[in-house]
């Protein structure tokens, strides 16, 4: 049972406009949800997080947005560069116990073209 | 600073061989983690310290063995692994209260 699913293996885009990443989450106990990318044969790089009490979060060209009440989370990434190319995961632990352990989704690799 | 280091780079060993992997961070970060990923697929976590204690074991062989010797560093030690254990092992550490994972490039493995 797949608790976070990345639905999109794939994802094209031009450079300059922008990229938009999905994930969706079945567990109602996830409270906080993190968007890491990676290279190939590199560890994950992580780049943004958003507790489940707000509903978006900005550093710079990354945005998070989340809707808890779809269980969706979106990462947007303005302007896409060649440089963003690679593979994002999403992750989300819940609280307590259980909030070291992180649930990946399948990841979406995503190809800025120039 | 939020630098994870993670050695060797690449290792090859036997079936019957002994090695071990490591990591460090100083980032005063008083969670330390192991995770394992195969190609195309996400991180495995495998091992958790949280204060330098061992709080989590994902039901892991006994040929792994974790240590964590202080707040800074990790090893894994590997012994009797099968070729199946082939895969990138990645260490990952966040502040005690903190849920931030911070990854290391981590050590290919490949076991022949």
């Known amino acids: 049972d797949q608790q976070v699913k990345q639905n999109s293996p794939s994802l094209s885009v031009q450079e300059g406009r922008i990229s938009i990443l999905n994930c969706d989450y079945t567990?109602?106990?996830?409270?906080?949800f993190l968007w890491y990318k990676k290279y190939p044969a590199e560890g994950p790089t992580f780049l943004i997080s958003i507790s489940s009490i707000k509903d978006k979060n900005e550093d710079g060209r990354f945005t998070v947005f989340l809707n808890k009440s779809a269980k969706h989370l979106s990462l947007h990434i303005v302007p896409s560069q060649p440089g963003d190319s690679a593979v994002y995961f999403c992750?989300?632990?819940?609280?307590?116990?259980?909030?070291?352990?992180?649930?990946f989704g399948k990841g979406t690799k995503l190809s800025v073209i120039p | 600073d939020t630098e994870v280091t993670q050695t060797p780079k690449h290792l090859v060993m036997g079936m019957t061989n002994k090695k071990s992997l490591k990591c460090e961070q100083h980032?005063?970060?008083?969670?330390m983690y192991w995770y394992k990923q195969k190609a195309k697929k996400p991180p495995e976590l495998m091992f958790v310290y949280s204060y330098e204690k061992l709080s989590i074991n994902e039901s892991v062989p006994s040929r792994f063995s974790p240590e964590c010797p202080n707040s800074s560093l990790l090893n894994l030690h590997l012994h009797a692994l099968q070729p199946e254990d082939s895969a990138l092992y990645l260490c990952a550490s966040s502040s005690g209260g903190g849920r931030d994972q911070y990854f290391g490039p981590g050590t290919r493995l490949t076991v022949t």
């Open positions: 980032m005063g970060h008083r969670a």
């Open positions: 992750a989300a632990s819940a609280q307590g116990a259980g909030s070291y352990q992180l649930t």
């Open positions: 567990n109602s106990m996830f409270d906080y």
